[in-house]
C-alpha cells in the first residue's frame, strides 16, 4: 500500500504538535519513525489511523484522497494500528479479542465462531505464529499480548501495520521474533511503520527511517544512505549528550539491608532477596519491567508485607514498621507513577510539596498546618530546582511532565533521608531535566546518602551505578562493580535465572 | 491577560447558569401547571412559607431546619473530601437521634448536664454507625458506599422495633418514645420562637472551616480524597485517617439527629428523621457547592428555604411539598454535569469517549 | 412445622418477591458490564411502576401500562446517558439525582394528577396476564413457584438466558463487555464506546421499567409513595456481588426471594415487622462481606490501601 500524508498539522490547544508533516510510506518497507518523547510521533500516527481527525493537511491512500471520521475507516482502507500500551480486553479470549469490532456473523448478530477460528488458524499458519486461542488474555505474556494485537491488525486484512514502541515491553528474545515476523509482513507485500527511540533497532531491521524533532519531519532517507551517529544527531538536535562522571569515594556503613526477605505475591516464584547499600553509593537494579521490581520496592517502602526475613534502615529492623516510621528512620522514595503516587493532581504544589515533612511533622504546630512557612518552603524547592510554575498554590495537574518530576525529587531530597529509593526517575522527562535529575542523584551520592535505583534504562544504570544487579522472574542476580560489567552481559542477565549459576560465572570471568 | 480570563469565564458560564436556570423554571412551570396552580400565586406561597409568617414564624421553621441540612451537608462534606463516598448519613442521624432520645429519658440527668450527655451519646452513637462502614471496608472489603448505604436500614429498622415495642409511649399510640424532660429541651433564643439548636451547627461549621484548612488531620484526609496511593506512599496512614474520617462525619449527623430531638420535636418517633429525607439533602447541598467548605452553610440555608417554601405551596396553592426534591434533583443534574470534585472512579474509565 | 413453612403459597411468594428484584439487577448488570455505574436503580423502578398505573388507569390496560413503564425506564436511562455520557457528571452524583427525581416526581404526579396522597387504587386496574402452565402447574411445590405466575416472570426467565448468551457470542455482548473493561481498546477497533453505553442505559431503562410494573400492577394493583423500597438498592449491591453475570444473578435473587419470603412467615410466628423488612439487607450485606473477603485475598500483601 502507498501512503502519503500531505502537510499534516494539529494543535493541542496553543501548542502545535505537529507542523506541516509530510511522509510517503511504500510497500514491501520497514519505515521508522524516531525521536524523543513529544516530537510527535504518536500524534502523526494517531492522524494516520483516524484517532485525531483535528488536522489540517491530506491523507492519500493509494493516490486517492481518503478523510476519517473513525479508525473504523482506516481499518476498512486497510491500515491497522498496534498501540504502544495494548488495547486489549483481559477477561476475554485470544479469539474474541481478535475479532472484537469485526466479528463474523452467523444470524442477528450472534458470531460465527467456526469462521473466525479457521480464519484466524490461517494465520497463525501462514506467519507461523503459536498462540492458544481459547486462553484469555490476562494469563498471556507480554510478548504474546503483542502477537495477539498484531493478529488483530492481520485479521483485518491490514495492508499497512503501524507499531507504536513494540518493544519497550519486550525481552531481547521476544524482539527478536518480532523484527522476524515483521520481515515476512514486509516480504508479503505489506508496509510497515515502526515507532522507536531506539536506533540500534532502527539501523538492524528498518528499510527506511524519518526523523522528528519537535513536531517537524527532520528528515526521511533510506537507511543505506544514513548512520547511526546521524539519526541521533537529528533526534537530539544540536549534540546535549554530555557525559556525566562519578567521582571516586569509598561506600561508608551499610544504610539498607535487605536480608532473605521472602515478599507476598511477587509475580513469579522466585528466591528470597538479599540485598545492601551502603552510604555514598548507588546500587542499580536492572531487569525488563514486571520482573518483579516494584514489588521489591513496595516491600522497602512498607507498602507490601512480607513472609520472612528482614528490612534494616541505618541499622534499625523496620520490617513490621509502617511508611511513616521507615521514613522517620530515613527513607525517601521517588515513584515511577507520578501522577498516582508522586502527587495529588487536585491538590496545591504547596500541599504536594510538604506532604513528607507534614508527616514528619516539621511543619505543624500542634494540630494546625504552619501555612507561612509550608509555603516559603514550597518556593524554596521550586526556584532551587527550577520547576516551571506560576506559584506554590498552582494545581499540581497545571504541570508539565518533566516539572512534576522535579518536585516530586526536589521534596524527597529535602527530607535528606539517608536511603534514597529511586525508581525510573527519569520515565518519560525530557533531556534537559534528565542531567538535572542525575546530577542531583550524584550529588546525593558525594553527601553520603545511599541510593537504591531501580531502572529499565540500562544507559541510566550504567551512567550512575557503583554496582549493578540485574532481576529477573522475582530473582536478583549477583551484584557486579559497574565498571567490571559490560551492556552486552547485562542484556544476558536479564533473561536468566539468577541460579543459572554456570552461565552467571561464565560472564563473570569473562 | 487575567482580565481577559475573567470575561472568559463570565461569558462561558453566565450562558451555562442561563440555560440552567431557564431550564429548570420551564420543568417549574410545566408542574405547576400539572397541579392547576398559577405561578405569581405559588411563588408568593413559596416566599412567604420560606421567609415570613406571622412574626417570622415560618422564617424561624426555616433556619431550624437550615441547621439540620447544613449540620447533614457538613457530615458529607468531611467524608467526601476525604474520598469516602459515605451516603449512609441517614442511618448515622437516626441512630444519633435515638440515642439521645433514649439516654435523655432512661438516664435521669436533667438540665444541662442532661443535654449534654444527650448529645454526647448521640454523637458517639452516630461516629460508631459510620466506623462499622469503615471496619467493613479495611477489614473486609467492602466498598463505603454500598457498606454506608446499606447500615440505613439496620439503622431505620432497629429504632423502629425500639420505639414500637420495648421504648414506645404507649399512651401516646404512635410508634414513638416518651417525651423528653422539659429541662432538656434547648431553649428557645430571646424573644423569638427558634431553638438554639443552629447555634451548635454555627459552631461546628466554624470548626469544619479551620479543620480543612488549616488542621493536620483535615490535611491527610484531603489529601487521601485526592489521591489514596499518593496519601499512602507518602506515609499518611490511611486506616486511621478512613476511621477517624468516618467518625467524625457520622458523630456530627449524630449531632443533627441530638439537635432534633432536643430542640424540635422533644421525642424520637419513627420515620421523623427519615421522611424529610435530611440526610439526602444535605448529600446534595455538598455536591452542589463542590465540596468548598465555607459554601455550605449558605447552601444549606438554599435548601431549607426550598423546603419551607414547598410546604408553604402546598398549604396555600395545593402543590405538592415534593416539587422541592425534584428542583433539588434537576440541580444536581446541572451541578454534576460540570466535573465535580468527587473522588469517585466512576470516570477513570471513560478515556474512550 | 417445616409443612407450615414451605407449602405452595411459599413457593409462589418466591417468585413474587424476586421477579421485580430479578429485573432491576439484570438492568443493573447490563450497564455494570458496559462501566456504567448507575446507582439510581431505585429511581428507574419507582418511575416504571407509577408509569404502569398511570397508563394502565388512563388507557384502560394494563398492556399500556407495561408499555408506559418501559418507557418511564427509557426516559429515565436517557436522562442518565444526557448527563453522564454527553455531559461529563460523575455517575454516583447523577444516580443520587435521579433517584430523587425519580422518588420527587412519582410522589408530586401522584397528588396533582391522580389527586391522592400515600396510596392510589382503583377499580380499573387491572394486573398483568398470569399463566397456567399444564402438567408443571400440579408439580408438587414447584408447580406454583414455575406456574400462575404473570407473564413478566417467564420474561425475566428468558431475559437471563438471553444476556447470558448475548454476553459468550453475541457482538452487542462483546461491545458492552469492551465498552466496561477498556473502552478505549473498543474506540480502536473501530466502534465508540458512547452509543454502546447509551443502549446500555436505555436496555437497563427497560428492565427496571418492567421490574416497576411487576410491583405495580402485578404483585398488587396500586401504587403507594416510595413503592420500591429499597429494592434498588438491593439490585445494586446483587450487581457487585455477582460482579454483573446473569446466571449467578438469578441464582441470588432467588435465594432472596427465599430469605424475604422465610421471614415474611417467620411474622405469622411472631417475629415482629422490622425484623422481616431488615432482613433483604442484612441478607445483602452478608452477601457483600463474602464476596468483598475473597476479592481481597486476591491483593495478596498490599497494605495501607487498597484499589477500591
Known sequence: ?510 | MKQFKFLYFLKHNTVRYFMTALSLFFILLLLLNLADASFFEASQAFLKSAFGGRRYAYLYVTISRCALITGMAIAALIAFRAGLINIGGEGQLVIGGFAAAFVSIYSGVTGVPGIILAILSAMIGGGLWAVLAGLMKLKLGVPILVGTLLLNYPARYITSYFVSHPFRDVASGMPQTLLLDKSLWLPFIEGTRLDTGFIFILIVYGFVLIYSHRSVPGYHAKMTGLSIEFAATSGINIFNTTLKTLAFSGAIAGLVGAIAVLGIHHRFTDGMLVQPLYAWTGIVAALLINLVPWAILPAGFFFASLTSGASGMERTADVPKEIAIIIQGIIILFVASRATGIASDTKNKEEGN | MLADLFDPAFADSVARIAVPILLASLGGAICHRAGVFNIALEGFILMGAFAAVLGTFMLGHVFWGVLSAILAGIFMGLLFAEFHLRRPGDAIVVSIALNLIGLGLTTYLLRSVLGVSGVFQNEALGKITEINLPVIESLPVFGSFLSGQSILFYVSIFLVILLHYIYSRHKLGFWMRAAGENPLALKTVGIKPTPVKLLALVLCGVCCGLAGAQLSISNVSLFVENMSAGRGWIAVVIVLVTNGRPIPILGLVLLFGFVDSLSLRLQGFGFPQQFTEMMPYIASLVALIFVSIRRMKNLVGMRGYDNG
Not at chain 1, 536478583?476 to 560489567?485: A, N, P, R
Request: aromatic share 4%; charged share 20%.
Open chain 1, 1 to 510: 500500500m502507498f501512503a502519503q500524508l500531505h502537510d499534516i498539522s494539529v494543535n493541542f490547544g496553543e501548542v502545535r504538535a505537529l507542523d506541516s508533516v509530510s511522509l510517503d510510506i511504500s510497500p514491501n518497507q520497514i519505515h521508522a519513525v524516531v525521536g524523543e518523547n513529544g516530537a510527535g510521533k504518536s500524534t502523526l500516527m494517531s492522524v494516520l489511523f483516524g484517532l485525531n481527525v483535528n488536522y489540517g493537511g491530506q491523507i492519500f491512500i493509494n493516490d486517492t484522497r481518503k478523510t476519517w471520521a473513525t479508525p473504523s475507516d482506516a481499518i476498512k482502507a486497510g491500515i491497522g494500528m498496534v498501540h504502544q500500551h495494548f488495547m486489549l480486553i483481559e477477561s476475554m479470549t485470544v479469539l474474541e479479542n481478535i475479532i472484537l469490532g469485526s466479528e463474523p456473523n452467523k444470524y442477528l448478530g450472534f458470531l460465527d465462531f467456526q469462521l473466525a477460528e479457521k480464519k484466524i488458524s490461517n494465520l497463525l499458519e501462514t506467519y507461523n505464529f503459536s498462540i492458544n486461542l481459547h486462553q484469555t488474555v490476562d494469563k498471556l505474556s507480554v510478548g504474546q499480548r503483542q502477537m495477539v494485537e498484531i493478529l488483530k491488525t492481520l485479521y483485518r486484512s491490514a495492508e499497512l501495520i503501524i507499531l507504536d514502541e513494540p518493544t519497550a515491553v519486550l525481552t531481547p528474545a521476544e524482539r527478536l521474533d518480532l523484527f522476524n515476523s515483521l520481515q515476512d509482513f514486509k516480504n508479503a507485500g505489506k508496509s510497515i511503520i515502526l515507532i522507536t527511540h531506539k536506533i540500534d533497532e532502527v539501523i538492524a531491521n528498518a528499510d527506511h527511517v524519518s526523523v522528528m524533532r519537535a513536531g517537524q519531519l527532520i528528515s526521511s532517507l533510506p537507511i543505506d544512505g544514513t548512520s547511526q551517529t546521524q539519526i541521533s544527531e537529528e533526534i537530539v538536535g544540536v549534540s546535549k549528550t554530555k557525559s556525566i562522571s562519578r567521582k571516586k569515594i569509598k561506600a561508608g556503613s551499610v544504610k539498607l539491608n535487605l536480608s532473605n526477605l521472602d515478599i507476598l505475591g511477587m509475580p513469579q516464584i522466585g528466591n528470597a532477596f538479599n540485598l545492601e547499600v551502603k552510604a555514598s553509593e548507588i546500587v542499580g537494579i536492572a531487569g525488563v519491567a514486571g520482573n518483579g521490581q516494584s514489588e521489591l520496592i513496595e516491600a522497602i517502602i512498607g507498602l507490601r508485607s512480607s513472609k520472612s526475613g528482614f528490612i534494616e534502615i541505618c541499622s534499625r529492623d523496620v520490617t513490621g514498621a509502617d511508611i511513616s516510621t521507615r521514613r522517620d528512620v530515613g527513607l525517601c522514595y521517588i515513584p515511577e507513577d507520578r501522577q498516582k503516587r508522586g502527587l495529588a493532581l487536585g491538590a496545591q504544589l504547596s500541599e504536594n510539596a510538604s506532604i513528607s515533612s507534614l508527616v514528619s511533622k516539621a511543619f505543624s504546630k500542634g494540630p494546625f498546618l504552619r501555612k507561612t512557612k509550608i509555603r516559603n518552603f514550597t518556593e524554596g524547592l521550586i526556584k532551587k530546582f527550577d520547576v516551571k510554575a506560576s506559584s506554590p498554590s498552582a494545581l499540581a495537574s497545571s504541570l508539565s511532565g518533566g516539572n512534576k518530576q522535579k518536585l516530586i525529587i526536589a521534596r524527597e531530597l529535602s527530607l535528606e533521608s539517608d536511603v534514597i529509593i529511586a525508581e525510573n526517575p527519569t520515565w518519560g522527562v525530557d533531556l534537559g531535566a534528565i542531567n538535572q535529575i542525575h546530577h542531583e542523584l550524584l550529588s546525593m551520592r558525594e553527601n553520603g546518602h545511599a541510593i537504591l535505583l531501580v531502572s529499565s534504562d540500562l544507559d541510566e544504570i550504567l551512567t550512575l551505578s557503583d554496582r549493578v544487579l540485574v532481576m529477573f522472574e522475582s530473582e536478583l542476580s549477583q551484584s557486579f562493580c559497574t565498571e567490571k560489567v559490560t551492556r552486552e552481559e547485562l542484556g544476558k542477565l536479564m533473561l536468566m535465572k539468577a541460579s543459572d549459576k554456570k552461565e552467571q560465572k561464565k560472564i563473570n570471568t569473562a
